[in-house]
């Protein structure tokens, strides 16, 4: 059973940080592509980025260079830096993993940024 489990987030300013976690086990970790997702009220959940087992990052291009995605495998935690947060990122963020062609989900953490 895979768990995922985020912490962080919560209510901002705009032009301000935050910083997400996500805790995994029951997957190796160091093998897994980690990504993170975001859903605003009333919209579908869309992909804000990828960290792969190597490291390579890629993002989507609303956050490219405000946000970073991290990793540290000893911990089996993914992370997402954000900063110069604007109104548009206010949404619920979920942390994803693939395993063995299922997908898992975190439990969702808000954000909430305000002008």
């Known amino acids: 059973q895979v768990r995922l489990v985020q912490s962080g987030g919560g209510l901002v300013q705009a032009g301000g940080s935050l910083r997400l976690s996500c805790a995994s086990s029951g997957l190796t970790f160091k093998l897994h592509t980690m990504s993170w997702y975001r859903q605003a009220p009333g919209k579908q959940r869309d992909l804000v980025g990828s960290i792969s087992r190597d490291g390579t990052t890629n993002y989507t291009a609303a956050v490219k260079g405000r946000f970073a995605i991290s990793r540290d495998n000893a911990r089996n935690t993914v992370y997402l830096q954000m900063n110069s947060l604007k109104p548009e990122d206010t949404g619920v963020y979920y942390c994803?993993?693939?395993?063995?062609?299922?997908?898992?989900w975190g439990q969702g953490t808000q954000v909430t940024v305000h002008s």
């Open positions: 994803h993993a693939r395993r063995q062609g299922t997908d898992w």
